[in-house]
C-alpha cells in the first residue's frame, strides 16, 4: 500500500509541471523520478525554510486526497522536485504566471530539460552531477549552473540563500 501512495504522490508532483510533452511529444518521466530520489540537503542558512515550504506539499497531498495518504511516508527526506514545485509556486505568488510553468523554467535553468526518456545509465549520472552541483553550490557565482542564474550578480550567488536568490532573479527578468 505504502508504494502506491508514494507512487500516487510522485505522480501529483508530476502534475505541478508543464513540460513542453504535448509539443514534442518527447517524455521527462526519467528526469522527474531522479528529481524525486535526489536529497535536497541544505549549506546555506535559512535554505532550510525551503525543506518547509516542500514538505507542506506532503500536506497539500494528502489534503486534496482526503486524508487517505496516511502511509505517505512523512519523514523522509525532501526531494530536489518537491524543492522546485514549492519554490514554483512561491514565484507564481509574487508574479503571477502558472507555478507549472514556473517549476520547468527551474529545470530549464538548471539545465536540465535536454534530458529526455530513456534515460540512459551515462544520462542518469550527468543528471546527478548537475543536481550535486545545485546542492552543494558549486555552480558559478553569477548563479548559473543554479536555479536563478543572473546577467549581473549583486554578490557571489553560491553564498546567498535560495530566497533571495529567486527575489534577485525575479528583480533582473520580470517587472513587477
Do not use: C
Not at 508530476?14 to 513542453?20: A, G, Q, V
Not at 557571489?156 to 527578468?173: C, G, P, R, S
Amino acid at each position: 500500500m505504502t508504494i502506491l501512495i508514494e507512487l500516487a504522490y510522485f505522480q501529483w508532483l508530476r502534475n505541478k509541471i508543464i513540460t513542453p510533452h504535448q509539443q514534442t511529444g518527447k517524455s521527462w518521466e526519467g528526469l522527474l523520478g531522479q528529481l524525486h530520489t535526489k536529497e535536497f540537503v541544505w549549506i546555506i542558512p535559512n535554505d532550510d525554510n525551503r525543506i518547509h515550504d516542500a514538505a507542506d506539499l506532503r500536506t497539500q497531498f494528502s489534503y486534496e486526497t482526503e486524508g487517505e495518504t496516511r502511509e505517505l511516508n512523512l519523514n523522509v527526506p525532501v526531494s530536489v522536485l518537491e524543492v522546485i514545485i514549492a519554490l514554483s509556486a512561491r514565484i507564481e505568488f509574487q508574479i503571477d504566471g502558472d507555478a507549472r510553468e514556473w517549476a520547468w523554467q527551474l529545470i530549464e535553468n538548471l539545465d536540465l530539460h535536454k534530458y529526455v526518456d530513456p534515460v540512459s545509465p551515462r544520462m542518469a549520472e550527468l543528471i546527478d552531477d548537475k543536481l550535486d552541483e545545485f546542492i552543494w553550490r558549486n555552480y558559478s557565482p553569477s548563479g548559473e549552473g543554479g536555479l536563478f542564474p543572473l546577467k549581473h550578480p549583486p554578490q557571489d550567488q553560491t553564498k546567498v540563500e535560495l530566497w533571495y536568490q529567486m527575489h534577485a532573479w525575479i528583480d533582473e527578468n520580470y517587472e513587477i
